[in-house]
């Protein structure tokens, strides 16, 4: 079995660290070629991505004498303990020097990135040039190192670690829940969904918190709804019940989710992951949570650019059209769009003259604001009929977050297939 085979997914990394691990297996083959082995890796990624994991099955596949090195000693003794490390390696003939979180090596921040301890790795580094020390590190947030000691020549390749893209989200939900005891009725595609974007350490704990729900129950199966609970509960912060709410309140959040998820679905069919009236914002206390899919929802092009928009209109031109009232929580929807007008302007998309960025008259400015606000009253009028040529899909919808309170996307797609839609 392949040590890397403990890796579910990131199948890109995962080639190019086999690559790297043949060279410090296969020296002499590649000392035929001319070939020097490189300087060092450095995994870089947020927290829980698995960094230090394909970092153990790099080391565990090379068959190579580690030394490993995390900040757990005083700062003078510790740029002690790297120098003695180095050392230790050097009198190896091939080994590996781990440096586990090295952004935590020292307290210095993205602008003054020149610790001790930096300096100390940079020298150690330099002075192991052709001797068969490998340097293989991780870190959470590569800014705080210094340019000096990203470079080539120290780490000759930087690998990006993200978020698992949905398939391999789907793959690690599985493995998690094949240790539990679960109920049949557990869709992983559906759980896949609601996490998508979320990280290998948030995955295996939701399930985790799912199962403390079911024990706490006395139940001796995990269900779906205990999965679903758990994921609004750690991820998003929504509240297990909404006794609190009035029936007024509850169908204002629904009203505004619907309008996003209409919107959405008609522009885009099947990109809704899941809506739920669970939601807490910060100022009111009360809000409600849709999330479309990841990958839509990038301003990779003009048509994802305006869905964005359209999208974000949609919470109040539903409300407006239904209530006859402003919708009052739709503040970082506006702010959001008038950000990505903004950033449309600027890319010259209504002409240059009109871009932010290149204007410094005071008549210029509000040449571009009245742009910008042209922009958005055409794309929310685009909205509010989409909405309207909709009104039994926004209607049914509502009626299912009230009746349901959350809506997955297979609940949407049930909706959508009951119903006629236009667009």
């Given at each position: 079995m ?5 890796v ?8 190019e660290?086999?690559r790297?691990?043949d060279i ?13 082995i490189?300087?060092?890796l450095?995994?870089e ?5 698995g960094k230090t ?5 790099f080391?565990?596949?090379?068959g190579c004498?580690?030394?490993t090195?995390?900040?757990?000693k ?5 740029v002690?303990e ?5 050392d230790q390696a050097?009198t ?6 781990f440096l586990d979180?090295m952004d ?12 001790e301890?930096y ?5 150690c580094?330099?002075d192991?040039?052709?001797l068969?020390?490998?340097?293989l590190?991780?870190v ?5 190192l210094?340019d000096?000691?990203r470079?080539v020549?120290?780490?000759d390749?930087?690998i990006?670690v993200?978020a698992?893209e949905?398939?391999?989200?789907v793959r690690?939900?599985?493995q ?7 109920m049949?009725d557990?869709?992983v595609?559906l759980?896949a969904?609601?996490m998508?974007?979320?990280?290998c350490?948030?995955?295996?704990t939701?399930i ?5 729900y079911a024990?706490f129950e ?5 269900c ?5 609970n758990?994921?609004?509960?750690l991820i ?5 019940a909404?006794s609190?709410y009035?029936e007024?309140?509850?169908k204002?959040i629904?009203l505004h989710?619907?309008?996003?998820i ?9 990109s809704i992951n899941?809506?739920s009236?669970r939601?807490v914002?910060i ?9 479309c899919?990841?990958?839509i929802k990038?301003n990779?092009?003009?048509?994802m650019?305006e869905?964005n928009v359209l999208?974000g209109f949609?919470?109040r031109?539903a409300t407006?059209?239904?209530?006859g009232?402003?919708d ?10 008038f ?8 890319l010259?998309?209504?002409g240059?003259?009109?871009?932010s ?5 005071e008549y210029?400015k ?7 606000s042209?922009?958005a009253?055409r794309?929310?009028?685009k909205?509010k009929?989409?909405i309207?040529d909709?009104r039994?899909?926004?209607?049914a ?6 009746d349901k309170?959350?809506?997955t996307?297979r ?7 009951s119903?006629?839609?236009?667009g």
């Amino acid at each position: 079995m392949n040590a890397f085979d403990k890796v579910i997914g990131y199948e890109s990394i995962k080639m190019e660290l086999k690559r790297y691990c043949d060279i410090l297996k296969n020296p002499k083959k590649y000392e035929k070629l001319g070939v020097a082995i490189p300087s060092g890796l450095l995994l870089e990624g947020k927290p829980g991505l698995g960094k230090t994991l394909m970092a153990k099955c790099f080391i565990a596949e090379s068959g190579c004498k580690v030394f490993t090195l995390r900040k757990d000693k005083p700062n003078g003794v510790f740029v002690n303990e790297i120098k003695d490390v180095f050392d230790q390696a050097k009198t190896e003939e091939l080994a590996i020097v781990f440096l586990d979180d090295m952004d935590k090596f020292a307290n210095e921040d993205a602008n003054h990135p020149d610790a001790e301890e930096y300096v100390t790795i940079q020298s150690c580094i330099d002075d192991c040039k052709g001797l068969g020390v490998f340097t293989l590190a991780t870190v959470n947030n590569i800014h705080r190192l210094p340019d000096s000691l990203r470079r080539v020549g120290r780490f000759d390749k930087i690998i990006s670690v993200n978020a698992p893209e949905y398939e391999d989200g789907v793959r690690i939900i599985e493995q998690y829940i094949d240790k539990m005891e679960t109920m049949e009725d557990i869709d992983v595609e559906l759980v896949a969904r609601m996490m998508e974007g979320e990280s290998c350490a948030k995955l295996e704990t939701v399930i985790n918190e799912a199962g403390i729900y079911a024990g706490f129950e006395n139940r001796e199966k995990i269900c779906q709804q205990d999965l679903t609970n758990a994921c609004l509960q750690l991820i998003f912060n929504a509240p297990p019940a909404l006794s609190e709410y009035d029936e007024s309140t509850l169908k204002m959040i629904a009203l505004h989710e619907a309008g996003h998820i209409v919107v959405s679905e008609i522009l885009e069919p099947g990109s809704i992951n899941f809506s739920s009236v669970r939601g807490v914002d910060i100022s009111t206390g009360i809000g409600g949570i849709t999330r479309c899919r990841k990958n839509i929802k990038k301003n990779t092009t003009y048509k994802m650019w305006e869905y964005n928009v359209l999208c974000g209109f949609g919470g109040r031109a539903a409300t407006e059209i239904v209530s006859g009232e402003i919708d009052m929580g739709c503040q970082s929807d506006i702010n959001n769009i008038f950000s990505l007008i903004d950033d449309a302007l600027d890319l010259g998309i209504y002409g240059f003259e009109n871009a932010s960025k290149f204007c410094e008259a005071e008549y210029e400015k509000e040449r571009a604001v009245r742009a910008i606000s042209l922009e958005a009253e055409r794309l929310y009028r685009k909205a509010k009929k989409i909405i309207l040529d909709n009104r039994a899909f926004l209607d049914a919808v509502v009626k299912g977050l009230i009746d349901k309170k959350t809506l997955t996307f297979r609940d949407i797609q049930n909706i959508r297939e009951s119903i006629t839609l236009v667009g």
